[in-house]
């Protein structure tokens, strides 16, 4: 049974740092490409961030997020990671991870992440 199991949000002040941690488990981890999205009520979900298996080491970002956002990986903790810094406001949203796994596409439950002074 797959799941994925966001952590790490919170509120922050503009031009802080948060990091989003995504804890995976029911499937090979290192195989496969992981995914940071996020989604503003009333609006589609966008996607932020995406890093490929291991064996790939591509990675590739939204144009809102590149040069403030980094995503990693840490293959032997099965967790895929979501630095964020020099926050704005407008990164307020839900942050979700996101994986396929035989065809399936598997989503988190969610963290919420506030930037406000």
């Known amino acids: 049974q797959v799941q994925l199991v966001e952590s790490g949000g919170g509120l922050v002040q503009p031009g802080g740092s948060l990091r989003l941690s995504c804890v995976a488990s029911g499937f090979t981890f290192s195989r496969n490409a992981m995914y940071w999205y996020r989604q503003i009520p009333g609006k589609e979900r966008e996607r932020v961030a995406l890093?490929?298996?291991?064996?790939?080491?591509?990675?590739d970002y939204g144009t809102s997020v590149k040069g403030r956002f980094t995503i990693s990986r840490d293959n032997a903790k099965n967790t895929v990671y979501l630095q964020m810094n020099s926050m704005k406001p407008e990164d307020t949203a839900v942050y979700y991870c996101r994986t396929t796994w035989s065809g399936t596409e598997y989503w988190g439950q969610g963290t919420q992440v506030t930037v406000s002074s």
């Open positions: 890093i490929s298996n291991a064996a790939g080491g591509y990675t």
